[in-house]
């Protein structure tokens, strides 16, 4: 049971008459999501979030994502909502992107260099298109990207994403943000509203990359707890990247910055922290 | 890096004379030290010597003062009542008074009046806002140049200093006047908290797009090159060489107690009361004390004229001539192509120095209160943050900064 809902073969094929081969892929606390395919739309992702579920945090992941028409962002197709026995379900449908994520590559080992500048910079220019929009993902991480067999990476995800001119929907008193440890920068962690901005993404993108790198996350490895990994967010600086490159130390600077602990000691916006990663891609001649 | 001369007590003379035999420079006037008709008279010199300029310190950090210099010039506001003051008629009274006057003083900018900030706090950012968009509605052709004035206590303060430069992105003036206090009063700032913050306010507001100058200096800021600071402000007593926000509430007679003149020796980075060159003489090491050639303006050469130096009569003036001389060589030698060369040059400046230090304290030569030798370290644990936090994005927009 899911949610109190009961979700079958029969009952998707009848609430959604327009997609064929629906097959599941994945289920959290807030939603389900299935692959399907759909006679214009081709391959899709069809998100169903649980009817207990907060409708306006589902709205906000479709206005976020739907502002944010980035190259390699998928887009959003439809939405809407279907009556199930436990009540209305909201659900939308977006671009399915093929591929393995980040994480899954990741077990395989780090990195090599010139992936590395890839993800680097097709991540950065998502969410320089993000912050244009105004729209903090505030979840980046390997688990939230895509590698496609084209050899793009994709961000996807956006269902912590906050629209900076929005009210914010996690409660204020909240000592420590909706967070995946491990990734999201102090002001973050500590629901500092009012400092989370795209420097955050730029933080959590920083310590993604440091991660592709090297195959650990020095804030995660090995910690006891997720205060734990507060304590090293917060204290401990990741020490110094050194790759085979020639843009070696530039890069290992770009990653030094924007993880830095202070915001106001990252690059500026995304756009900054771009230029600086298509400048060392430069250099590399990709 | 430039080096500004920070007008202070008996400065006039010093201040024509060092600007006419560097082929010009900057000269920041102060209304403690000099009356209206001492502003005009100097400012006028100054501007009329080849790359002569001259800046307006409004030195409005303690408006609740009764220094009887201070207030007799007359922008300073008859009555200032603290809230009311920065919200209405009153600010701009203050405002167009003092754009007046830097124009008849012919300013190369507006330096704006900014309150001490015993914290920064959302007051103290208030204050400095309303000031800069007061200024900016005012009709004024000169380059706008925000003061900072920050106590020890707030220097020290990472977390207000987070908060400042975060406010302060959204200003975007020509330039910012910073001044902080010293913690304890002392010349020489043996906290390196305090000087790493320091550093951390100048290179964020660079980065910013700003020009800053730091007021107040001595040699010890010539580390603020690694922070690509436009210029230092350096000067002749004490009180001009650390922030002294005390000195902007005492009667003016009061100030210059002790006058013993010091020798500089800017490869040691530290001052010497002429009987330790005395014994420097006697221990045969007084040539190690010589200023560098590029460095020596021969303000100091009696000294090292094969006789004992305290018989020679080097005079107060020549001390402080000295000692401006040689910071400006410094301070224009310390600025490099880029972050990396700047920070190695004066980490080799803090080598040379220390090595330095160890071999004429073994000889019993010492600086007391204006030895280096506790502040080597000092200066390198601060430089050693401000690589940390800030060296990459130093490195990368340096040339642009």
Known sequence: MNGGMNITATWLATQFPELSNIQPLSRGGQKQVFSASHASDGEVVLKLMHPQQDVAR??????????????????????????????????????????ETVRGVLQRGPFQARQLLQLGLHTLESLVVAEQARIVHRDVKPENIILAPTDDFWLID???????GLESLTATANVFGYVTWGYAPPEQCRNIKQEIDARADLFALGVTLYECATGVNPFRNGAANPLEVLKRVENDPLPRLSLQLNASRDFADLVQAMTQKRRDHRPPTSKDAHDWMKDICDQEQM | MELYLQFGYGMMEHCRHLLSEWGGGTAVLSPRDLSAEQLQRLSSTITKLPNGRVLLDPQFYVPHTDHERLCSHDYWPSDYATGAF???????DLLTRLRDLNSTLGTQAFVLPGLLASSIDADWLEVQRATLEEANALSCDLPLIVTIALSADATRNQEQVAVLLETAANWKPHGYYLVCEHPNGSYLVDDPNWLANVLDIISG?????????????????????????S?????????VRSFPPDKFRTAYDEEIRQR????????????????????????????????????????????????????????????????????????????????????????????AA???LRKLAAAGIRGQQRDFFDIVDVNRAALSLLGSTRGPMLRRNWESM
């Open chain 1, 58 to 99: 589902t709205t906000r992941e479709l206005v976020a994502v739907a502002q944010v028409q980035a190259a390699r962002v998928p887009a959003i197709l439809d939405q809407g909502t279907v009556q199930s026995s436990v009540g209305a379900c909201f659900w939308f449908r977006e671009q399915r992107i093929h591929g």
């Open chain 2, 86 to 92: 920065w919200q209405g008629p009153a600010l701009t």
């Open chain 2, 231 to 239: 210029a230092i402000c350096s000067g002749t007593w004490m009180n």
């Open chain 2, 260 to 351: 013993a003149t010091w020798y500089y020796c800017p490869q040691a980075l530290s001052e010497y009361k002429i009987p330790f060159l005395d014994i420097a003489h006697r221990q045969k090491i007084l040539s190690s004390m010589t200023p560098p050639t590029e460095l020596d303006g021969g303000y100091a050469d009696a000294l090292f004229s094969g006789v004992q130096p305290s018989s020679v009569g080097f005079s107060e003036q020549m001390a402080f001539r000295h000692y401006l001389h040689c910071l400006r060589g410094q301070c224009a030698a310390a600025g490099k192509a880029g972050f990396d060369e700047t920070s190695e040059a004066h980490e080799q400046l803090l080598d």
């Open chain 2, 354 to 356: 220390d090595a330095l």
């Open chain 2, 205 to 229: 507001l660079r980065l910013g797009g700003s020009q800053v100058i730091v007021g107040y200096c001595n040699h010890q800021m010539l580390a603020a090159a690694s922070a690509n600071a």
């Open chain 1, 158 to 164: 956006f269902g912590l994403a906050r629209h900076l």
